[in-house]
Structure formats: structure tokens, C-alpha cells
């Protein structure tokens, strides 16, 4: 997940520690589920790493479609892209989805991300943005307590 900050230009944005993801991913009720891509030892990657990729992703629902899968990472090392590993994690993730009888897999990109842009049409996926106008919203720290106040 820092290597996925990194990537992004966004490590002053993660806020979360590693104690947080192990109790939200993996205490008795999750928040969100995961998958990783490993490779055997002989293939690891330059600084030694056999976990090379994930998918983290979680259930939602949409008023107008109902179940939804939300995948909120996609991140594959740079040394192992272009071999199909991307794809698996996001097509374990949907096959995830329609077991969940889940009718839309659900994401977001950044604009500048052009490869990833390309690889998910490439998919077959919609970008929304353009098609239904919706703009993501956020609501956070000092706002947000204000916001759950009666």
C-alpha cells in the first residue's frame, strides 16, 4: 500500500496504520477483503519481495442496481506488469462479486493514471464520470464531526 501512495504522488494522504488494516481486514467482522499475488521465491521481485501485487476490495450497495463489489486498490509492482497479474486480481475480485450475486464491479482512477485508464477499458469498464455526471465527494476530520452532530 505505500509503494500504491508512492505511485500516486499521495504519500501524505495515508493516514492509517498497520494496526488498523490488520483489525479491519482481518478480525471477525472485515471491513474489507483482499487478495495478493505472490510468486514463488525464484521470481521475486529486485528488493527481495514475493508478495508482488494485491486487490483490496469490499461489499456496497447501490440504490438503483442493489449489490455492488467495490474494489478500492489495484496495485501490481511495476517490475511485474504487462503479465497478465493486474488482471487476474481484478477478475478474482469480480468473479468474487458475481458469486455475491454483486450486478456492478465499482472503482476509481485517477485522471492522470492514462495505463490504468487504458488497461480498464480494455476490460470493457465504463468511466461514469462523463456518462452520469456524478463527482466523488468526500467528507472528513472537522467536517465530518460537525456533520454527525444532532
Known sequence: MEE???YENMTDQVKISQKDLEQDGFSTK???HGIVAEVPEQHKAKEGHTKIGYALYFYSYSSWVGRVIYMENLYV???FRGKG???ALMSKVAQLGLAADCTQLHFTVLDG???SLNFYFSQGCLNLTGKMSYQFMCC???ALERLAQP
Open 4 to 6: 500504491l501512495s508512492e
Open 30 to 32: 472485515p471491513f474489507f
Open 77 to 79: 509492482m511495476p517490475e
Open 85 to 87: 497479474i493486474g488482471k
Open 113 to 115: 493514471n492514462k495505463s
Open 140 to 142: 472528513e476530520g472537522k
